[in-house]
T-cell receptor, first 113, second 113 residues
Framework: SQTIHQWPATLVQPVGSPLSLECTVEGTSNPNLYWYRQAAGRGLQLLFY??????ISSEVPQNLSASRPQDRQFILSSKKLLLSDSGFYLC????????????FGPGTRLTVT | LAKTTQPISMDSYEGQEVNITCSHN???????ITWYQQFPSQGPRFIIQGYKTKVTNEVASLFIPADRKSSTLSLPRVSLSDTAVYYCLVGGRPYTGGFKTIFGAGTRLFVKA
């Protein structure tokens, strides 16, 4: 069966510090991968999605970046965090072929202080 | 991608049937309609997906009229544990890889005892 992992689960970082969130998927090949952010009490904002290694599409230009160094690994990064980067970060995967629903990871709660 | 409009919130009581309607006037011919459920501090979870008419699974039913400009998620006999945010998404081709998905603000359902 397929599983998706995210870490860390929670993170408190000062403004201006770097960020690296990691997401890995097991049990599938060539998944579509997604990064979302959810502010408190709000809906999900799509940040990045990837259809393959090294292929990243950005939806919201900002101080965040994403990389996909391996087929089942998706990394969200920032060189300098802003207060507005606080939120709940969710990684999701979807089969490259097959049914259309996305499967979400447990999320990372980021607080920028 | 087609834009969706849902009620911001709804209240219900245990044991009642709940119907949440989503408007998607600009739905494209190849678009599917997908509903997700999200509990606090968790990622969304797929509920149901359909293209036209009616789809039913063990959790919910999805009603889609002939013009496909709206859809209704029906939750039979809700319980307190159904209190969550429900998202309607339109887009994507389940059997084709590489599409992006846009989550709206969702509908907050409150189930009371």
């Amino acid at each position: 069966s397929q599983t998706i992992h995210q870490w860390p689960a929670t993170l408190v970082q000062p403004v201006g510090s770097p960020l690296s969130l990691e997401c890995t998927v097991e049990g599938t090949s060539n998944p579509n991968l997604y990064w979302y952010r959810q502010a408190a009490g709000r809906g999900l904002q799509l940040l990045f999605y990837s259809v393959g290694i090294g292929q990243i599409s950005s939806e919201v230009p900002q101080n965040l970046s994403a990389s996909r160094p391996q087929d089942r690994q998706f990394i969200l990064s920032s060189k300098k965090l802003l207060l507005s980067d606080s939120g709940f970060y969710l990684c999701a995967w979807r089969p490259g072929t097959g049914v259309g629903e996305q499967y979400f990871g447990p999320g990372t709660r980021l607080t920028v202080t | 991608l087609a834009k969706t409009t849902q009620p911001i919130s709804m209240d219900s009581y245990e044991g009642q049937e709940v119907n949440i309607t989503c408007s998607h006037n600009n739905i494209a011919t190849n678009d599917y309609i997908t509903w997700y459920q999200q509990f606090p501090s968790q990622g969304p979870r797929f509920i149901i997906q359909g293209y036209k008419t009616k789809v039913t699974n063990e959790v919910a039913s999805l009603f889609i009229p002939a013009d496909r400009k709206s859809s209704t998620l029906s939750l039979p006999r809700v319980s307190l544990s159904d209190t969550a945010v429900y998202y309607c998404l339109v887009g994507g081709r389940p059997y084709t890889g590489g599409f992006k998905t846009i989550f709206g603000a969702g509908t907050r359902l409150f189930v009371k005892a």
